[in-house]
C-alpha cells in the first residue's frame, strides 16, 4: 500500500554535502508517516504512465503497463494566526522511477523485502521543477 512520508530533510546541508558525499546527514533529523494507508486495489483507477525515462532503464527496470498514479500532492503550512498557505504542489504521475521500479531495483542485489518495511520514493519534482 501507499502513505504520505516526509523525511524533513535540512536543504541547506544537504547542498554542503551532497558532492562528494551524496544527502547524507541533510537526511537524518526526522521523518514522518502519514495515518493512512492506501491500497494499490483503491487506486487502480488512477493508473498512468509515468514520464519517458532517457536513457532506457536496464531490462529488469523496464515497464510494460503504466507503473504511476495521478494523484495530486500539496503542502499546506498553517500560520500559528490561523493563514494557511500553500507551500508546495505536484502530482505522483511526475516520478521518474515508478514504485514497482524501485522495489525491482532494491531487491536485485538479494536484499529481501518483507511485510511492514517502508520505502520513501523521494522529492517528486514536477515538470515546472
Excluded at 53 to 76: I, K, M, R, S, W
Excluded at 77 to 101: P, R, V
Aim: hydrophobic share 35%; aromatic share 14%.
Amino acid at each position: 500500500g501507499y502513505s504520505l512520508f516526509n523525511d524533513w530533510s535540512a536543504r541547506d546541508i544537504q547542498r554542503y554535502e551532497y558532492v562528494p558525499l551524496g544527502p547524507f546527514l541533510g537526511k537524518n533529523f526526522r521523518s514522518t508517516v502519514g495515518p493512512w494507508i492506501v491500497t494499490t486495489f483503491a487506486l487502480e483507477p488512477f493508473l498512468v504512465a509515468g514520464p519517458t525515462q532517457d536513457p532506457a532503464p536496464l531490462a529488469y527496470l523496464q515497464e510494460e503497463q503504466p507503473g504511476n498514479y495521478d494523484v495530486n500532492l500539496f503542502v499546506t503550512l498553517k500560520t500559528n494566526e490561523g493563514e494557511s498557505h500553500q507551500i508546495s504542489a505536484t502530482n505522483y504521475k511526475y516520478m521518474y522511477w515508478s514504485a514497482h521500479q524501485m522495489i525491482a531495483h532494491h531487491t536485485i542485489n538479494g536484499c529481501n523485502m518483507r511485510p511492514g518495511d517502508v520505502l520513501a520514493s523521494g522529492t517528486i519534482s514536477g515538470p515546472d521543477a
